[in-house]
């Protein structure tokens, strides 16, 4: 029953990001666009490339959604509501998600075209600046619940969320999982108006109806993992468990959304050298911080 | 729930969505066939067929990056049994991975120092 509702719950918040997207780029709210142009991928022609590498050009959108579908399968919406509360949760969304890097360079190898190819090994410098800021702020988290199953830190943020004992380590999370979902400002392996499409460029039909399904699914599975590891999950007044676990999903990935649309691309290099010379080091001050707060706070 | 039954149902989501896929597949082949003309199915760059082979050798510039990022990636798999066992263990361990993260901190100092972090 959990499966239904956890999935059920994960499609229709990317429902509604597709509408916000939407309304942000067209200036019009129209509620029924993502089911029709879903619709549409499907009577569009789906174009192989000449000579592509077919097993790598079939799996990466797949493999893109799946990963995307897993890292949400740990995450809670409500106490009971999670469809796999692993002993490892924390550990095994790291896990998946370091899949989307293969999806991405697989999309990139695949169809045999310069700008897709370009796309894909951007990633791949993209993964090296922003992978360390996914895992050490977790560490973090980790450490004040102690444990990486995923309702046990919710609960361990009952009396005050972690954007409050380590905000720190939110703020480099953020970024992060912007980089990690490839939204703009770090969108460089898509990179539209620059790379003709970079890793989209040669998808077309149903196949990039799933490419852009699994793309959306993974900004709501990291929107998620923000709400779970910093902004204390289901905890709020009123309102039930699960709507506050959505209603903090979908903020965090309209917030994302939004820093996008007001923020420049930046170059990998540039993002490659801020995120080691700053974020890192950052990131192991935040660790130290918390580790003494660990301590001394009872 | 235990722990095979939980690994079990992750399995079942991932043959699910592969077969819904193939199902949107199925749906789409369907709809009926398409025109084969040629040049149709040239990558995307500028209409022209791309002068050098795609799969070639690329000059990954951010080599340097990439070596530091192994040392720091290895460093996470002893970081989160740590993280764990934290508050438990006490100040030993902030001592313990104190001395550990500080001589890998010393690492990318003496990198960055080298020219390490900078698009070759």
Known sequence: MNFVIVLVALLGSVWLLAVVEGWTTTGRLRPAAPLLSGLAHLGRESIVPRTPDRVFFETAPVLLLIVAVLGAAVLPLAPTLVIADLATGALFINAALAYVLVALIMAGWGPNGAYAMIGGWRFLGQLIAYAMLIVMPITAVAMRAESLVTTVIVGSQGGLWNIVYQPLGFVLFFIAAMALAFRAPFDLPTAPGELGGGVDAEYTGVRLGVLRLARLTLVITLASATTVFYLGGWHGPLLPPWAWSLIKTLAVAVSMLLAGRYLPRIREADLMRWCWTLGIPLALLNIIVVGLLVLVVP | ?120
């Open chain 2, 1 to 120: 729930m235990s722990i095979l039954e939980q690994y079990g149902l992750l399995l079942a989501l991932v043959l699910g969505i592969a077969a819904t896929v193939l199902a949107l597949f199925g749906i789409a082949r369907a709809m009926g066939p398409t025109r084969r003309e040629p040049g149709k199915d040239v990558p995307a760059s500028s209409g022209v067929l791309s002068r050098d082979p795609v799969w070639g050798r690329y000059h990954a510039r951010y080599y340097g990056y990439a070596l530091l990022f192994l040392a720091f990636d290895m460093e996470m798999a002893f970081m989160y049994p740590w993280a764990v066992v934290y508050r438990e263990v006490g100040l030993v361990a902030l001592y313990d991975m104190g001395v550990f993260l500080a001589i890998l901190f010393l690492g990318l100092l003496y990198g960055w120092s080298q020219g390490a972090l900078r698009r070759q």
